[in-house]
T-cell receptor, first 112, second 114 residues
Framework: AQSVTQPDIHITVSEGASLELRCNYS??????LFWYVQSPGQGLQLLLK??????LVQGIKGFEAEFKRSQSSFNLRKPSVHWSDAAEYLC??????????FGTGTSLTVIP | DVKVTQSSRYLVKRTGEKVFLECVQD?????MFWYRQDPGLGLRLIYF???????EKGDIPEGYSVSREKKERFSLILESASTNQTSMYLC?????????????FGPGTRLTVT
């Protein structure tokens, strides 16, 4: 069965520090992988996506993610976090039939 | 830019009321989705539609129904609202094709049932 695990419920980092959010998936075929960001009380905004090809993908707001098939992971990274990055981050795998399976999210707090 | 709009940002209803949540997308997407989002449970799919008048049950369809009479509009209906349906409801849309396309989300409706 398809599933997505985000092991970290909450992460706190200092402004300017680097960030890595973990995402592990379970899916039998080639996965379509996505990261979304959700600001408080808002809908989800797409940060980046992976379909095929280069395993390091660049997204908006300076984020990148690396697909590692051997580890079934798609971790999100940012070299230097800004206070405005504080939000909920959700990883998703897109399955056959256009259904998505979401992780439970990681809440990011940024300390000034 | 794709735009997905939802009829209300906040809604308060009483137990037993019939509730309609409306979603409209302006990008001619074939697929539309309704999710609910609860703390610690993430997003759970209620229903989705891949074409006008077509619908498929998601993971938690009980207590909900949907309607898609026009391509751009997808409605979620709570036939008799209950307190356990208090939640954030998110609508999304996507293209349909040979691969899985990204979903675009509306701002959400926070529904409180008292």
């Amino acid at each position: 069965a398809q599933s997505v695990t985000q092991p970290d419920i909450h992460i706190t980092v200092s402004e300017g520090a680097s960030l890595e959010l973990r995402c592990n998936y379970s899916y039998g075929a080639t996965p379509y992988l996505f990261w979304y960001v959700q600001s408080p009380g808002q809908g989800l905004q797409l940060l980046l996506k992976y379909f095929s090809g280069d395993t390091l993908v660049q997204g908006i707001k300076g984020f990148e993610a690396e697909f590692k098939r051997s580890q079934s992971s798609f971790n999100l990274r940012k070299p230097s976090v800004h206070w405005s990055d504080a939000a909920e981050y959700l990883c998703a795998v897109g399955a056959y039939g256009n259904q998505f399976y979401f992780g439970t999210g990681t809440s990011l707090t940024v300390i000034p | 830019d794709v735009k997905v709009t939802q009829s209300s940002r906040y809604l308060v209803k009483r137990t037993g009321e019939k509730v309609f949540l409306e979603c409209v997308q302006d990008m001619d997407h074939e697929n539309m989705f309704w999710y609910r989002q609860d703390p610690g449970l993430g997003l759970r799919l209620i229903y989705f539609s891949y074409d006008v008048k077509m619908k498929e049950k998601g993971d938690i369809p009980e207590g909900y129904s949907v309607s898609r009479e026009k391509k751009e509009r997808f409605s979620l209906i709570l036939e008799s609202a209950s307190t356990n349906q208090t939640s954030m409801y998110l609508c999304a849309s996507s293209l349909s094709g040979t691969r899985t396309y990204e979903q675009y989300f509306g701002p959400g409706t926070r529904l409180t049932v008292t």
